[in-house]
């Protein structure tokens, strides 16, 4: 009987049955909950990427905006503290550079003491700006020269081909020249287009760099100003449009060799426009 089954430690059939229906409703529960998160976070995910690619996408590159994202020890605001400083004491200054990482780089390489050995310069680029955070640069002190430089290089908006269009990149560009223009009115500014971006030619950020630099160089040209150039960013591709790790440490960024070649085309562009 019933009663003898669980005198002696065994179970009825029915509690087995009750158990086996209670562990499947469990198994079952517990997936459907599972593919109930799984398909909420995909979606949360999805939608705050959307909304990070948006805010990305609705700055203006003509417009001057302070950089915060991730820069919570504030390293950005440091560093535009500490240029701003230098233009403030700086005296006969034939070539202050302005930039990102690219100009950066040669100042940070051995190619940056041909360019001290030859002119009194300053480098004021920073790793990561978009034209937006340019422009907000100069428009916060990095201007405010003691004395005017008498050359003025810019090579901005490769950290825009993410998110903006060639014309809206250049529309940042020509911002920051007008801002040169008119702060140092006899300076020299040359406007340097900016380097290959990716191994092929074919790469559709490639082809804004392309795009980009075109409607810098027929903006400018078109200006005729005596006092503003385009200077055409040095060949570093192959025969058949490739960039190699002969020029480049990551499709980007500049190796030894590739700034050192950028300095002397360089070099040769600013000692004809101080010449004229």
């Known amino acids: 009987s019933e009663f003898t089954l669980r005198r002696m430690g065994a179970r009825p059939k029915s509690w087995n049955s009750g158990r086996k229906m209670w562990l499947l409703i469990s198994v079952i529960g517990t997936f459907m909950l599972a593919q109930i998160l799984i398909h909420f976070f995909t979606i949360s995910s999805s939608t705050m990427v959307k909304k990070i690619t948006s805010v990305r996408r609705s700055d203006p590159t003509d417009k001057p905006i302070e950089r915060t994202g991730g820069q919570t020890d504030k390293r950005w605001l440091s560093l535009h503290d500490e240029y701003t400083q230098l233009s403030r004491e700086a005296e006969n200054i034939d070539v202050v550079f302005f930039g990102d990482s690219i100009t950066l780089g040669f100042y940070n390489s051995p ?27 100069l428009d916060h002190g990095e201007l405010d020269f003691k004395q005017d430089p008498r050359c003025v290089v810019v090579m901005i908006g490769t950290n825009n081909l993410d998110s903006n269009s060639p014309k ?22 040359l406007v340097v287009g900016i380097p290959p971006r990716s191994k092929l030619p074919s790469n559709p950020i490639r082809l804004k760099r392309d795009e980009l630099n075109q409607i810098l160089k027929e903006v400018i040209s078109k200006r005729q100003q005596k006092v503003l150039s385009f200077i055409p960013f040095p060949n ?21 060799k590739a700034n050192q070649i950028l300095v002397n085309s360089l070099m040769e562009a600013i000692d004809k426009a101080l010449s004229t």
């Open 168 to 189: 809206e990149i250049a529309s940042g560009v020509l911002q920051a020249v007008e801002r040169f223009l008119a702060r140092f009115p006899k300076a020299k500014v």
């Open 111 to 137: 190619a940056w003491e041909l360019i001290l050995k030859k002119y009194n310069a300053l480098n004021f680029g920073v790793g990561g700006d978009r034209t937006q955070h340019l422009l907000w640069r």
């Open 236 to 256: 570093l591709l192959t025969s058949d449009g490739v960039f190699t790790r002969d020029y480049t440490i990551d499709f980007v960024h500049l190796n030894v």
